[in-house]
């Protein structure tokens, strides 16, 4: 078994925060990682967590660090976090990535954790992408969390409560690291400018327009700030456009089989319902600019307008239906603006939930009654023994009474009626209203 002197190649162990394996001190390095914070103090963005009050704060103040799950986006300083808080609780900082180790990886590391630990040094594993590891991989961490031999920080850009199983989350608390804003990215673009001598070549709305382009990720924008100062030099200063054309526009951070596929589509959802129609637009056009498959967003659309709009504007499910047509007829980008045409007329309508919620307890009084007959008077009767039976005997045609209405009773006998579905005092269901006041008048004189 290996010592704690002779770590194996594949794992990155250290005392305390040092350039990555494999970079010579004189080697050029890129300047996000020059940039890389010396102290927790020094990181950026993340003061609920760093901060006077902060959680992590307070778990070294009280030397009692637990095992975490940092989940954050990319690029807001997850691994930075992990190296700093080993050298501060004066841990072994072991580092591997779920991308590149397997089973063998994690025993080696408990090996050795275990080996340090009898003779009073302790562990702190740092698992990148942690979320990578499959179950029964994960269930490999337990023993080793549970026993103290490693404090485990794992790092994950996806939702812990879907990518990691629920023995390991309910041993690790789980802190959320936020996207850096724009306080936090120009305090980067200051401290670059600092380490290179110069201010950036910038007017004052492309330096926001640069901030915007990092889309939060910390990395991303230092990685942008060293092509500018490699890219422009002399007293050339950049408008927005040039910057656009020095730098090709990040993607956005966007995966349709992820957490963040779902973030956009409720966000889109909960904007219409609000009667929101340029927040609802502005969603749209997000996931469109993420790649999002333009009929997922047309069957959603469909979706809302029967479950939030319903009997409140009849025609709201006709114009989805007819928006997701053509979409299908046109193709994109054409039909991409049938989409935008339905997202607005869904914003705009008026909303009730009242067909979703009579639905609902419908099928709730259907499953608490089980198989109650339909009363006999409205069964048909084709033979001579169901009439003999009282099928049909007795049925009311409406067309054949007065106001078109018989006000005969249609539940199973044995069953008391019930009022499922109560329109919404909007929209069409006014009128709605209106008529079933009318008609239960009708059945209450009727019965009389």
Same mark, same amino acid.
């Given at each position: 078994?290996?010592?704690?002197?002779?770590?194996?190649?594949?794992?990155?162990?250290?005392?305390?925060?040092?350039?990555?394996?494999?970079?010579?001190?004189?080697?050029?390095?890129?300047?996000?990682?020059?940039?890389?914070?010396?102290?927790?103090?020094?990181?950026?963005?993340?003061?609920?967590?760093?901060?006077?009050?902060?959680?992590?704060?307070?778990?070294?103040?009280?030397?009692?660090?637990?095992?975490?799950?940092?989940?954050?986006?990319?690029?807001?300083?997850?691994?930075?976090?992990?190296?700093?808080?080993?050298?501060?609780?004066?841990?072994?900082?072991?580092?591997?990535?779920?991308?590149?180790?397997?089973?063998?990886?994690?025993?080696?590391?408990?090996?050795?954790?275990?080996?340090?630990?009898?003779?009073?040094? =302790?562990? $702190?594993?740092?698992?990148? !992408?942690?979320?990578?590891?499959? *179950? &029964?991989?994960? %269930? /490999?961490?337990?023993?080793? #969390?549970?026993?103290?031999?490693?404090?485990?920080?794992?790092?994950?850009?996806?939702?812990?409560?879907?990518?990691?199983?629920?023995?390991?989350?309910?041993?690790?608390?789980?802190?959320?690291?936020?996207?850096?804003?724009?306080?936090?990215?120009?305090?980067?673009?200051?401290?670059?400018?600092?380490?290179?001598? =110069?201010? $950036?070549?910038?007017?004052? !709305?492309?330096?926001?327009?640069? *901030? &915007?382009?990092? %889309? /939060?990720?910390?990395?991303? #924008?230092?990685?942008?700030?060293?092509?500018?100062?490699?890219?422009?030099?002399?007293?050339?200063?950049?408008?927005?456009?040039?910057?656009?054309?020095?730098?090709?526009?990040?993607?956005?951070?966007?995966?349709?089989?992820?957490?963040?596929?779902?973030?956009?589509?409720?966000?889109?959802?909960?904007?219409?319902?609000?009667?929101?129609?340029?927040?609802?637009?502005?969603?749209?056009?997000?996931?469109?600019?993420?790649?999002?498959?333009?009929?997922?967003?047309?069957?959603?659309?469909?979706?809302?307008?029967?479950?939030?709009?319903?009997?409140?504007?009849?025609?709201?499910?006709?114009?989805?239906?007819?928006?997701?047509?053509?979409?299908?007829?046109?193709?994109?980008?054409?039909?991409?603006?049938?989409?935008?045409?339905?997202?607005?007329?869904?914003?705009?309508?008026?909303?009730?939930?009242?067909?979703?919620?009579?639905?609902?307890?419908?099928?709730?009084?259907?499953?608490?009654?089980?198989?109650?007959?339909?009363?006999?008077?409205?069964?048909?009767?084709?033979?001579?023994?169901?009439?003999?039976?009282?099928?049909?005997?007795?049925?009311?045609?409406?067309?054949?009474?007065?106001?078109?209405?018989?006000?005969?009773?249609?539940?199973?006998?044995?069953?008391?009626?019930?009022?499922?579905?109560?329109?919404?005092?909007?929209?069409?269901?006014?009128?709605?209203?209106?008529?079933?006041?009318?008609?239960?008048?009708?059945?209450?004189?009727?019965?009389?």
């Amino acid at each position: 078994m290996a010592g704690p002197s002779s770590p194996p190649d594949d794992l990155f162990v250290t005392a305390s925060p040092v350039p990555a394996p494999g970079n010579a001190p004189d080697a050029p390095r890129p300047l996000a990682d020059r940039l890389r914070p010396q102290t927790l103090r020094e990181v950026v963005g993340q003061d609920h967590l760093l901060g006077p009050e902060g959680v992590i704060t307070r778990m070294l103040a009280r030397g009692s660090l637990a095992s975490l799950i940092l989940w954050g986006p990319p690029g807001v300083g997850k691994t930075t976090i992990a190296r700093l808080l080993a050298a501060e609780a004066k841990l072994v900082f072991v580092q591997l990535s779920a991308v590149f180790s397997g089973v063998a990886d994690l025993r080696r590391a408990f090996d050795q954790a275990a080996a340090r630990r009898t003779t009073g040094q =302790r562990s $702190l594993l740092f698992v990148d !992408e942690i979320h990578r590891f499959n *179950r &029964a991989q994960q %269930d /490999g961490f337990l023993p080793a #969390v549970e026993d103290g031999t490693v404090v485990l920080v794992g790092a994950t850009t996806e939702n812990p409560s879907f990518a990691l199983n629920g023995a390991l989350l309910s041993r690790c608390q789980v802190l959320v690291l936020r996207r850096l804003d724009d306080a936090a990215l120009d305090l980067l673009l200051s401290r670059a400018e600092a380490l290179a001598g =110069r201010v $950036l070549p910038l007017a004052p !709305e492309a330096r926001a327009t640069l *901030r &915007a382009m990092a %889309d /939060g990720d910390g990395r991303y #924008v230092l990685n942008l700030v060293e092509q500018i100062f490699a890219q422009v030099g002399g007293e050339e200063t950049l408008d927005t456009a040039a910057l656009s054309a020095l730098l090709a526009r990040r993607a956005a951070l966007y995966d349709k089989d992820r957490e963040e596929h779902y973030n956009l589509i409720s966000a889109l959802h909960k904007s219409l319902r609000g009667s929101d129609p340029d927040a609802a637009l502005y969603w749209f056009a997000r996931m469109l600019a993420g790649g999002e498959d333009p009929r997922y967003i047309a069957r959603r659309l469909v979706r809302f307008a029967a479950e939030d709009i319903g009997m409140a504007d009849p025609q709201a499910l006709p114009q989805a239906l007819a928006g997701w047509e053509t979409y299908e007829r046109l193709g994109s980008p054409e039909g991409e603006l049938a989409l935008a045409q339905t997202v607005l007329y869904l914003g705009t309508a008026p909303k009730s939930n009242a067909v979703y919620t009579a639905l609902g307890a419908a099928r709730g009084a259907a499953k608490a009654t089980g198989s109650l007959m339909p009363p006999a008077h409205i069964l048909n009767a084709p033979t001579k023994l169901m009439k003999e039976l009282g099928y049909g005997a007795g049925y009311a045609y409406d067309h054949g009474e007065e106001d078109g209405f018989s006000g005969q009773n249609y539940f199973p006998d044995g069953m008391e009626r019930q009022d499922f579905y109560r329109p919404r005092d909007r929209g069409f269901e006014r009128e709605i209203a209106k008529r079933l006041a009318f008609w239960a008048k009708l059945r209450q004189e009727r019965r009389a």
